[in-house]
């Protein structure tokens, strides 16, 4: 599958809403993702195929040397063809030579996003009960340290 990965922009943006529509019981809508191109600590990247096809993006915020990545998601009929791989693999070596640490939260009963994460070296740092909304559930906190 040829695809590349571009910064998020204007264009994306009708997509990339409807990607979080379809992934997420709390979706961010167009509104909160068009804040993001202003926003200076943020990079979001899109997985886009030649035709203008949106496959998955995700979104990544940093202060000082701590990267906090929000969302990853990739369209079901997508999925299992490593397209949330090479997302990750852009914030893991910005973090490798930018960072001290990646954090994020997740679902436990998202088994699939917590064996991405963990095949990209993210450990268990902890748990915020009931974090999570339509169902409520804990989040699972997974960080990843950067060796200075
Ligand atoms: C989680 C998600 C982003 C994975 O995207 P993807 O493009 O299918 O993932 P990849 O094909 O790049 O897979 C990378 C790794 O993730 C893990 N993984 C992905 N899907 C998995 C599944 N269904 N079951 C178990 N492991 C899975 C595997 O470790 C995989 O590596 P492998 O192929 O070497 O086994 C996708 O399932 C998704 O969009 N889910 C809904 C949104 C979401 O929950 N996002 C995370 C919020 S924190």
């Known amino acids: 599958m040829e695809y590349q990965l571009v910064p998020m922009d ?16 709390t979706p961010w809508n167009e509104a909160m993702l ?7 600590t943020a ?3 899109v997985a886009q195929r030649d035709d203008g096809e949106v496959l998955g993006y995700a979104g990544l915020h940093v202060i000082l040397d701590e990267g906090y990545i929000d969302n990853v998601a ?6 299992r063809q490593g397209v949330a791989d090479r997302l990750l693999d852009v914030f893991c070596r910005f ?19 917590v064996a991405l994460y963990e095949k990209h070296g993210f450990r268990e740092a902890g748990r915020r009960k009931n974090y999570y ?3 409520t559930e ?11």
């Not at 990607?19 to 997420?24: A, H, I, S, T």
């Not at 990739?74 to 999925?79: K, L």
């Not at 804990?138 to 200075?148: C, G, M, Q, R, S």
Request: charged share 25%.
């Open 74 to 79: 990739v369209r079901p009929e997508y999925r």
């Open 34 to 40: 068009e804040e993001e191109l202003y926003n200076d």
């Open 43 to 45: 990079s979001f990247i």
């Open 133 to 135: 909304e339509n169902p």
């Open 10 to 25: 204007h264009s994306h943006l009708p997509a990339v809403a409807a990607l979080e529509r379809l992934c997420f019981t």
């Open 95 to 113: 973090g490798q030579a930018r960072l001290a640490f990646l954090t994020l939260e997740v679902r436990p009963s998202n088994t699939a996003a």
């Open 138 to 148: 804990d989040a699972l906190l997974l960080t990843k340290e950067f060796k200075p």
